[in-house]
């Protein structure tokens, strides 16, 4: 292996954490590169380098230091959907993310998460109410009375208290002025577990 400037190695080390701090992932070599003002070459064979002497952990697409993987462990950036599932009638919404937030694992736990920004007064019985961020386990199983985000049927998409009812699923809104929505077939794609809100 040639001699590697440390200097430059400082310099991308330095960038790669800057840059995982402000955007929440790690940059492409690219970026590495025209921030640093080398050749993309040159970027991915010191980051191989790095990776080798344990400066920083290099699969050829990911980069990680020990202060991002502390603040992993401890942190994790997650999305928030804008009215991708509403608390109102079935709909279909093409989810997008408008941000993304860090959650402390401390309080979350570790599963893989997303977060829905409700809309709708299906649920306010549940004490979710419109605008509420609402953070979902990604799961595709969930057990009767669990609060899910699900597809039913060919309907689309919704926020609901789950019930089983023979052969068919109950999507029960938590609000007495709204009826519940009985599907044949349903594709569970989370579980809600927490509630953010202002108070």
């Given at each position: 292996?040639?001699?590697?400037?440390?200097?430059?190695?400082?310099k991308?080390?330095?960038y790669?954490?800057?840059?995982?701090?402000?955007?929440?992932?790690?940059?492409?070599?690219?970026?590495?590169?025209?921030?640093?003002?080398?050749?993309?070459?040159?970027?991915y064979?010191?980051?191989?380098?790095?990776?080798?002497?344990?400066?920083i952990?290099?699969?050829?697409?990911?980069?990680?230091?020990?202060?991002?993987?502390?603040?992993?462990?401890?942190?994790?950036?997650?999305?928030i959907?804008?009215a991708?599932?509403?608390?109102?009638?079935?709909?279909?919404?093409?989810?997008?993310v408008?941000?993304?937030?860090?959650?402390?694992?401390?309080?979350?736990?570790?599963?893989?998460?997303?977060?829905?920004?409700?809309?709708g007064?299906?649920?306010?019985?549940?004490?979710?109410e419109?605008?509420?961020?609402?953070?979902?386990e990604?799961?595709?199983?969930a057990?009767?009375?669990?609060?899910?985000?699900?597809?039913?049927?060919?309907?689309?998409?919704?926020?609901?208290?789950?019930?089983?009812?023979?052969?068919?699923y109950?999507?029960?809104?938590?609000?007495k002025?709204?009826?519940?929505?009985?599907?044949?077939?349903?594709?569970?794609?989370?579980?809600?577990?927490?509630?953010?809100?202002r108070?």
């Amino acid at each position: 292996m040639r001699h590697k400037d440390p200097e430059l190695m400082r310099k991308i080390h330095d960038y790669a954490e800057e840059y995982y701090f402000s955007k929440g992932y790690s940059p492409a070599t690219s970026e590495i590169a025209a921030a640093i003002g080398i050749s993309r070459t040159t970027a991915y064979n010191y980051l191989v380098a790095m990776d080798k002497i344990d400066m920083i952990d290099y699969d050829g697409k990911l980069i990680s230091t020990e202060k991002m993987r502390k603040s992993s462990e401890i942190n994790r950036s997650v999305g928030i959907y804008d009215a991708a599932i509403p608390c109102g009638e079935l709909e279909t919404i093409e989810a997008a993310v408008s941000e993304y937030v860090d959650l402390p694992a401390s309080i979350f736990g570790n599963g893989e998460l997303y977060i829905l920004r409700t809309r709708g007064e299906s649920m306010i019985g549940a004490g979710i109410e419109p605008g509420d961020l609402v953070v979902i386990e990604k799961k595709e199983t969930a057990s009767e009375g669990d609060i899910v985000v699900a597809l039913g049927d060919n309907t689309g998409n919704s926020l609901k208290r789950l019930i089983k009812k023979g052969s068919k699923y109950i999507l029960h809104p938590e609000n007495k002025d709204m009826e519940d929505i009985t599907v044949n077939h349903l594709e569970i794609q989370g579980v809600a577990r927490f509630v953010i809100k202002r108070i």
